[in-house]
């Protein structure tokens, strides 16, 4: 992969995907299965918790890999930009959850207490599938139409 590899996307391309919830009395119970609610088959679970109060997580975007981000507990906002059209929106339900292709740079900010975000992966871990430097993004997403 070079260094200008870098899918290109736009935040139209994010979905908000609601998971069937079975309500039984004893709790609910969502599910994700392997290249069944998502469209992509799952190599990566990876969550975040303890997040203290005013701290920003994410601050990147990925080459290739897409991701679902599920506020598994509690809340959090996430914003959502591709180089030209930026949204911010809440998560707040254990079985909805936001659906993230490759090129969407995203931050993730006010965690409430004992929040646990949950990302489910299409890739593993690679260093080298992120965009950590915003000015990096916006040369990268500039001189590509969105796909």
């Not at 709790?27 to 392997?34: A, D, H, I, R, T």
């Not at 659906?99 to 995203?106: F, S």
């Not at 965690?111 to 690679?126: K, P, Q």
Request: glycine fraction near 8%; hydrophobic fraction near 30%.
């Amino acid at each position: 992969m070079t260094n200008d590899s870098h899918k290109t996307s736009s935040i139209y391309g994010c979905k908000l995907i609601t998971l069937d919830k079975h309500h039984h009395k004893n709790g609910n119970l969502s599910v994700v299965e392997n290249n069944n609610q998502l469209p992509f088959a799952i190599n990566r679970v990876y969550y975040l918790y303890d997040v203290p109060g005013g701290v920003e997580r994410g601050g990147h975007s990925h080459r290739l890999c897409h991701e679902f981000i599920i506020a598994a507990s509690g809340s959090f906002d996430i914003e959502i930009d591709d180089g030209k059209n930026k949204c911010k929106m809440t998560l707040n339900r254990s079985n909805c959850g936001l659906l993230v292709p490759p090129g969407i740079w995203r931050v993730l900010n006010n965690f409430a207490s004992g929040s646990v975000c949950l990302v489910i992966a299409s890739d593993c871990y690679s260093e080298d599938d992120y965009v950590r430097d915003y000015t990096e993004f916006q040369r990268l997403t500039s001189n590509k139409s969105c796909k």
